[in-house]
């Protein structure tokens, strides 16, 4: 049987989607669950991998196992096995062939920022909180810059071994509602901590502190020209597209 889940989790305590020896990881606390709920042998494949303390609230994976057991089953008992931070809310039956990471046409990441003079300690692993008064409006316009087929590798981390990094982006929207911005974009594929490079560059651009233009930082295809990596609170999964 294969399963299709959609779930959602607050990253802040474990370190990312992928399996560690020695670190918790979402994959790894689903995986136990599986394996005790269905009483036998379950492979989990997501459909990304997330950084350490990163969210997501529509996260997709497929869970393959000997067993069957209703979706409705599924989603009530896996929950009661499951810690308060991790939350199946739909699951389906799908066939054999899906796979959560290789069928996923498009993703959809959501970027928080705090933007009021002082924190709020209720959200203090949720958003970035930025004191820095931001301009909303021209964060908008510079958004749009990034949206089409380019080479994305200025918002790459440093290191990454991906040698193709062409990516397309059909969305970058900002809307900012009582002191939170939020940066929603989605993508064909995104490149090892491209969203936060994004969101840091972005504010690098809003305040000046590069002479430089998205557009520009974009034709240097170069990961020196773009601003900093925003921390991993900000930032959720937002939905994956098959």
């Not at 989603?75 to 699951?91: A, H, Q, R, S, W």
């Not at 996923?104 to 959200?123: G, M, Q, V, W």
């Not at 982006?169 to 969203?195: C, H, P, Q, R, W």
């Not at 490079?197 to 430089?212: A, E, P, Q, Y």
Request: net charge neutral; hydrophobic share 35%; proline share 4%.
């Amino acid at each position: 049987m294969n399963y299709k889940l959609t779930l959602a989790f607050d990253g802040k305590e474990y370190s990312g989607w992928q399996f560690q020896k020695n670190a918790p990881t979402v994959q790894g606390k689903l995986t136990e669950v599986a394996n005790k709920f269905f009483s036998s042998s379950a492979t989990v494949t997501g459909c990304s991998r997330t950084d350490s303390g990163v969210h997501a609230e529509n996260y997709v994976c497929n869970v393959k196992t000997d067993r069957e057991i209703s979706p409705t089953g599924v989603v009530k008992g896996m929950n009661t096995f499951l810690p308060p931070d991790i939350v199946i809310k739909e699951c389906e039956i799908v066939p054999d062939t899906f796979h959560a990471r290789y069928d996923c046409k498009s993703k959809e990441y959501r970027y928080k920022i705090l933007n009021t003079e002082t924190r709020d300690p209720f959200l203090a692993s949720r958003v970035l909180h930025f004191p820095q008064p931001l301009d909303v409006e021209k964060m908008k316009k510079d958004a749009e810059s990034l949206v089409g087929k380019h080479d994305f590798v200025s918002f790459m981390a440093t290191g990454s071994k991906i040698t193709d990094t062409v990516r397309t982006i059909y969305k970058a929207e900002v809307e900012e509602n009582d002191g939170i911005i939020t940066f929603s974009v989605s993508a064909d594929g995104f490149l090892y901590n491209m969203v936060r490079i994004i969101v840091g560059t972005l504010i690098d651009v809003n305040l000046n502190r590069t002479s430089l233009t998205i557009k520009e930082i974009i034709e240097k295809k170069d990961r020196t020209y773009a601003g900093f990596t925003a921390g991993p609170s900000g930032l959720y999964l937002y939905k994956a597209e098959y």
